[in-house]
């Protein structure tokens, strides 16, 4: 590992008196988060905070609320509230303000990169070129999408006129995880606000700064007070109360597989409207026709990009049998190319995981891919001293069944395994409870189209890995989710379709 630290988050191991300001900014002192509820920064009701600790330190950063079923009752009083306005605000303001939003994000880039990096564990260079630019996009993109949304209209037999009307459910409820923070809640607010509803989100308290940061830019842009509500604290307190308030009918919800199972119940005795983004563990699919040093550079993206904590990483590899021991000398070199080590280092491969207690999670499974009979063809080792970190690893020798290959790690820990022709590549690939996402390279455009098809995936890369179009359907099959976001499915689950029938005759 790296030892270099960069001046500015060896400065972040404040010990000096809480920076008091409302929004974060990327200082020495820890920050403290507020709530922003009605276009204010206010306080938890309970008056308690609940530490936020810097992945690559293991120091307090910052401190956030503590917050209850009372904070979450007035942010949706005040969503409630700003609702009627908001939802009659022309269209064209509407996508005005959240452009003026976008714009105000990408001026902040750098700042905003910064602080998800010290609030993540991420490296800079990802969150500068992945996490906020995607924030940026969300923005835009729905600010657009949003002028183009039609509706349809059926004459019917000269009888009658039949139309949709697409209107706004009312208060929207956004949970969001730790592993893309900005990424993901803008990917929720932006279809949310730009349909028309208000929100109330939670951002995981794990890594509150941007959501905060964002609070305030989304005044500077000049939202009206209550269109956007933030309130941070712990899913089982905060997020439950969101879930089952009566008054938000329509849940937008990133997170695990166990989690989601909660917020369903929660949602199910108000028939809630709910979408689900779930866990993934994904497979990675190469056939001996690859075009093998460019399989070999996606996959190190693919198994070790933001240390292995991105949903559609590709944790189980599948290699076509006559290739695999070259494939395995090739991935393990390039594995032990990656720098770990200081996420502010601008030549930092693999930063922090999110907590000592994934840590310990992720350092568990290495354990028990060992005693399953696998082999440690690279890395299984954290890091001693500050911060959490943990050696980019490769796991060779185990099958299908291994609970490593069908429990969700989500850290840089993979598995390669070898197969024997088509048939055996799709089963394998199908052999999980999820669904997400799966990556498959070869150069045989019949199959590439034969196995996309058969693949149980919300989402099959061919010969490429995580290239975005926020156009298409995102969601997992099976137990990877519920529903579909992105593009038109976002606008549409954030709007209720009415019917309206007008005798002509
Ligand atoms: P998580 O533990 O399920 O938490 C997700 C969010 O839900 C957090 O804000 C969390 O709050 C909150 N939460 C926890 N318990 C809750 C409850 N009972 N009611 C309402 N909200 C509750 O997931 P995570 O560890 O943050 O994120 C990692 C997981 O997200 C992985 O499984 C990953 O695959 C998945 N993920 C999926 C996608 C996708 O698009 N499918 C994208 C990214 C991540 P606190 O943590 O603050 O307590």
């Known amino acids: 590992m790296s030892s270099r630290h960069s001046p500015e988050l060896s400065g972040a191991r404040a010990t000096s008196p809480a920076n008091t300001s409302a929004a974060g900014e990327v200082g020495r002192a820890p920050l403290v988060v507020s709530n922003f509820i009605n276009g204010e920064f206010v306080a938890p009701a309970s008056g308690a905070y609940i530490d936020d600790i810097g992945p690559a330190?293991?120091?307090?950063?910052?401190?956030?609320?503590?917050?209850?079923?009372?904070?979450?009752?007035?942010?949706?009083?005040?969503?409630?509230?700003?609702?009627?306005?908001?939802?009659?605000?022309?269209?064209?303001e509407r996508s005005r303000l959240l452009l003026r939003l976008a714009d105000l994000i990408e001026n902040n880039l750098e700042e905003l990169a910064r602080l998800e990096s010290r609030d993540n564990g991420k490296t800079v260079t990802l969150a500068?070129?992945?996490?906020?630019?995607?924030?940026?996009?969300?923005?835009?993109?729905?600010?657009?999408?949003?002028?183009?949304?039609?509706?349809?209209a059926h004459p019917t037999d000269g009888v009658a006129l039949n139309y949709t009307l697409r209107q706004p459910l009312g208060v929207a409820g956004l949970i969001s995880p730790w592993n893309l923070p900005l990424y993901l809640l803008s990917w929720k607010i932006a279809p949310a606000i730009a349909t028309g509803n208000t929100c109330v989100a939670k951002p995981s308290e794990?890594?509150?700064?941007?959501?905060?940061?964002?609070?305030?830019?989304?005044?500077?842009?000049g939202l009206p007070p209550g269109v956007i509500n933030i309130v941070h604290g712990l899913g089982a307190k905060a997020g439950d109360a969101l879930t089952s308030h009566p008054k938000v009918p329509l849940i937008s919800f990133t997170g695990g597989?166990?989690?989601?199972?909660?917020?369903?119940?929660?949602a199910a005795p108000h028939f809630k409207?709910?979408?689900?983004?779930?866990?993934?563990?994904?497979?990675?699919?190469?056939?001996?026709?690859?075009?093998?040093?460019?399989?070999v550079k996606t996959s190190i993206q693919s198994s070790f990009a933001n240390q292995g904590e991105i949903c559609l990483c590709g944790s189980r590899i599948f290699v076509e049998r006559s290739i695999h021991d070259h494939f395995v000398d090739e991935f393990v070199a390039a594995t032990k190319q990656l720098r770990i080590g200081d996420p502010w280092d601008e030549a930092t491969d693999v930063g922090a995981l999110i907590s000592a207690a994934h840590l310990?999670?992720?350092?568990?499974?290495?354990?028990?891919?060992?005693?399953?009979?696998?082999t440690i063809v690279a890395g299984g080792?954290?890091?001693?001293?500050?911060?959490?970190?943990?050696?980019?690893?490769?796991?060779?020798?185990?099958?299908?069944?291994?609970?490593?290959?069908?429990?969700?790690?989500?850290?840089?820990?993979?598995?390669?395994?070898?197969?024997?022709?088509?048939?055996?590549?799709?089963?394998?690939?199908?052999?999980?409870?999820?669904?997400?996402?799966?990556?498959?390279?070869?150069?045989?455009?019949?199959r590439a189209h034969r196995v996309a098809a058969a693949l149980d995936a919300g989402t099959v890369w061919i010969n490429c890995w995580l290239v975005r179009d926020l156009r298409?359907?995102?969601?997992?099959?099976?137990?990877?989710?519920?529903?579909?976001?992105?593009?038109?499915?976002?606008?549409?689950?954030?709007?209720?379709?009415?019917n309206v029938c007008v005798k002509l005759a």
């Open 57 to 92: 330190t293991g120091e307090v950063i910052a401190r956030i609320p503590d917050s209850d079923a009372r904070d979450i009752d007035a942010a949706v009083r005040a969503a409630h509230s700003a609702f009627p306005a908001w939802s009659r605000t022309p269209v064209a």
């Open 128 to 152: 500068r070129r992945l996490d906020i630019p995607r924030a940026v996009a969300n923005f835009r993109f729905f600010a657009t999408a949003i002028l183009h949304y039609a509706s349809e």
């Open 206 to 221: 794990l890594t509150p700064l941007t959501a905060n940061r964002l609070a305030q830019l989304a005044r500077d842009a």
């Open 257 to 266: 597989t166990v989690t989601g199972a909660k917020v369903a119940m929660a």
């Open 273 to 295: 409207r709910v979408s689900l983004e779930l866990g993934g563990k994904n497979p990675n699919v190469i056939f001996a026709d690859a075009d093998l040093p460019e399989a």
């Open 360 to 374: 310990e999670k992720v350092s568990g499974y290495v354990e028990l891919a060992k005693q399953e009979g696998g």
């Open 381 to 446: 080792r954290r890091i001693d001293g500050a911060g959490f970190f943990f050696e980019p690893t490769v796991v060779t020798g185990l099958g299908c069944d291994r609970r490593v290959l069908q429990e969700e790690i989500f850290g840089p820990v993979v598995t390669i395994t070898p197969f024997d022709g088509e048939d055996e590549a799709i089963a394998f690939a199908n052999s999980t409870r999820y669904g997400l996402s799966a990556t498959l390279w070869t150069r045989d455009l019949q």
């Open 472 to 498: 298409v359907p995102f969601g997992g099959m099976k137990e990877s989710g519920v529903g579909r976001e992105g593009g038109f499915e976002s606008l549409s689950f954030f709007t209720e379709a009415k």
